[in-house]
């Protein structure tokens, strides 16, 4: 045992420049690929999802299906004249239901401003067709609550009570979509450059080492084998 730790004390001196370079060069060529490699944003927001019908508008698996989709991104860019490149959306557009009734979109792309102004365009949009359909609902509820309240029902007017109640209550629950928040766009989760540095450090680190002790091991094996 000794010996074998001479004799690598002896190669790791005969060799210290090469074992110090490795290292600063494994360094150096993983901050030069980090360099190189393009960044990619990723724009966020998130949707409360209101309660005026639950079958489309409002839930939340119907809105990741159709807008994720080629149909339903071509629906909102020709209506609102939105300018999409819609294959291009369609591979950077995440749309993502949660048990709390929110809806998160994301949309990732490699130009900060072009992520941003993209979903910024996709959800105002998609909130916009909820708005219409918001604003039908809630018309359709005043126009009836004006018909019953015209109504001549002097023998029953209890049941007119009623019927304005229920409209009232109705109403009252109608809940519009809307934003959580703004836009908000950063640098897509990944390896950092300090970090795909450091890395390439110790790679480096690792190669000398097995460079100075590797050697040890087949130096052993011949002599058992002799």
Same mark, same amino acid.
């Given at each position: 045992?000794?010996?074998?730790?001479?004799?690598?004390?002896?190669?790791?001196?005969?060799?210290?420049?090469?074992?110090?370079?490795?290292?600063?060069?494994?360094?150096?060529?993983?901050?030069?690929?980090?360099?190189?490699?393009?960044?990619?944003?990723?724009?966020?927001?998130?949707?409360?999802?209101?309660?005026?019908?639950?079958?489309?508008?409002?839930?939340?698996?119907?809105?990741?299906?159709?807008?994720?989709?080629?149909?339903?991104?071509?629906?909102?860019? &020709?209506?609102?004249?939105?300018? %999409?490149?819609?294959?291009?959306? =369609?591979?950077?557009? !995440?749309? +993502?239901? *949660?048990?709390?009734?929110?809806?998160?979109?994301?949309?990732?792309?490699?130009?900060?401003?072009?992520?941003?102004?993209?979903?910024?365009?996709?959800?105002?949009?998609?909130?916009?067709?909820?708005?219409?359909?918001? &604003?039908?609902?809630?018309?359709? %509820?005043?126009?009836?609550?004006? =018909?019953?309240?015209? !109504?001549? +029902?002097? *023998?029953?007017?209890?049941?007119?009570?009623?019927?304005?109640?229920?409209?009232?209550?109705?109403?009252?629950?109608?809940?519009?979509?809307?934003?959580?928040?703004?836009?908000?766009?950063?640098?897509?989760?990944?390896?950092?450059?300090?970090?795909?540095?450091?890395?390439?450090?110790?790679?480096?680190?690792?190669?000398?080492?097995?460079?100075?002790?590797?050697?040890?091991?087949?130096?052993?094996?011949?002599?058992?084998?002799?």
């Amino acid at each position: 045992m000794k010996d074998i730790v001479i004799s690598i004390l002896r190669r790791a001196k005969k060799l210290l420049v090469l074992l110090l370079l490795i290292p600063v060069l494994t360094a150096g060529i993983a901050y030069v690929f980090v360099s190189d490699a393009p960044i990619s944003y990723q724009a966020r927001t998130e949707m409360v999802l209101g309660s005026f019908e639950n079958n489309y508008l409002t839930n939340g698996n119907y809105l990741k299906v159709f807008y994720t989709s080629e149909n339903g991104l071509q629906k909102i860019n &020709e209506k609102y004249n939105l300018q %999409l490149d819609i294959d291009k959306v =369609i591979s950077g557009l !995440t749309i +993502t239901p *949660t048990p709390e009734r929110t809806v998160r979109f994301s949309y990732v792309g490699s130009n900060k401003e072009e992520v941003q102004e993209t979903l910024t365009k996709v959800t105002e949009a998609i909130l916009e067709e909820g708005t219409e359909l918001f &604003e039908e609902k809630v018309d359709a %509820l005043n126009d009836r609550a004006e =018909i019953i309240t015209g !109504t001549d +029902t002097e *023998t029953e007017p209890i049941t007119k009570e009623l019927a304005l109640h229920d409209m009232d209550h109705e109403n009252w629950n109608q809940r519009n979509n809307m934003l959580l928040h703004d836009v908000k766009v950063s640098e897509s989760a990944g390896a950092s450059p300090k970090d795909r540095v450091i890395l390439g450090l110790l790679i480096g680190i690792t190669l000398s080492l097995f460079i100075v002790v590797l050697p040890e091991f087949f130096r052993e094996e011949k002599k058992e084998a002799a």
